[in-house]
């Protein structure tokens, strides 16, 4: 069946500028995170959706950074006034919402990478 | 603060021998160990997980050694392939009262295996 997608594959924006960010989870997981992976580095939460749970937000870095996950599927990764820091590749993924015992495996999309210039 | 350390940063293998890869936690309300494994340009996929209740969990070519007391767990890739050229990424994840958590993430080992 189909992965998680994420679109664009590429993003280059000028600083300040504001990008939108989209995530296609796996048809029927209602859990939805978004990962920051910065060169040489791991993988930095951001945020947490899951069902109709407020979203666990403790990850954000900044006030510019938000998220929303429409009708419990899509969801929007938006950067206003993105800075060069912001560069990075930004990762989605998804996941069953109980899990069986001893597998809580996540799946990612391809990930956006966004270049500020 | 991280909570979750991964070492080494970097590690080069022939062809056959065996890649290791150390993580340590500080975090004990960790419960979930999972190594994701990740090609250049593509998103991590899940290798194999552990939870703190065994010390070892082995599939195909891939182990997990877990040491709850130290606080650490390692990979071990055995017969090393240059397929499995990758970088590795250790994670671990809290366990709220059942419900799915974040994954917290080690910063990465680039393994290479040479021919």
């Known amino acids: 069946g189909a992965g998680v997608s994420q679109s664009p594959s590429n993003k280059v924006t000028e600083k300040g500028k504001d990008v939108e960010l989209r995530c296609d989870p796996i048809?029927?997981?209602?859990?939805l995170y978004w990962y920051r992976q910065s060169l040489g580095q791991g993988l930095e939460f951001l945020i947490y959706f899951q069902g109709n749970s407020a979203p666990d937000k403790s990850g954000l870095p900044s006030d510019r950074f938000s998220a929303e996950r429409t009708g419990g599927s899509v969801s929007t990764l938006t950067i206003q006034r993105t800075q060069q820091e912001d560069s990075a590749v930004y990762l989605c993924?998804?996941?069953?919402?109980?899990?069986?015992?001893?597998?809580?495996?996540?799946?990612f999309g391809p990930g956006t990478r966004l270049t500020v210039l | 603060q991280q909570q979750v350390k991964q070492s080494p940063q970097s590690l080069i293998v022939q062809k056959g021998g065996i890649s290791i890869i150390n993580c340590a936690y500080e975090n004990t309300a960790f419960d979930y160990f999972p190594w994701y494994q990740q090609f250049p340009g593509k998103g991590p996929a899940l290798l194999i997980a552990?939870?703190?209740?065994?010390s070892e969990k082995k599939e195909g070519r891939f182990t997990i050694s877990f040491n709850k007391s130290a606080k650490q767990f390692s990979l071990h890739i055995m017969d090393s392939q240059p397929g499995d050229s990758a970088t590795y990424f250790c994670?671990?994840?809290?366990?709220?009262?059942?419900?799915?958590?974040?994954?917290?993430f080690g910063k990465g080992t680039k393994l290479s295996v040479k021919p």
């Open positions: 993924a998804s996941s069953l919402a109980s899990p069986i015992a001893g597998r809580r495996e996540q799946f």
């Open positions: 552990i939870r703190p209740d065994v």
């Open positions: 048809s029927g997981h209602t859990a």
């Open positions: 994670a671990a994840s809290p366990n709220y009262g059942g419900s799915q958590g974040n994954l917290i």
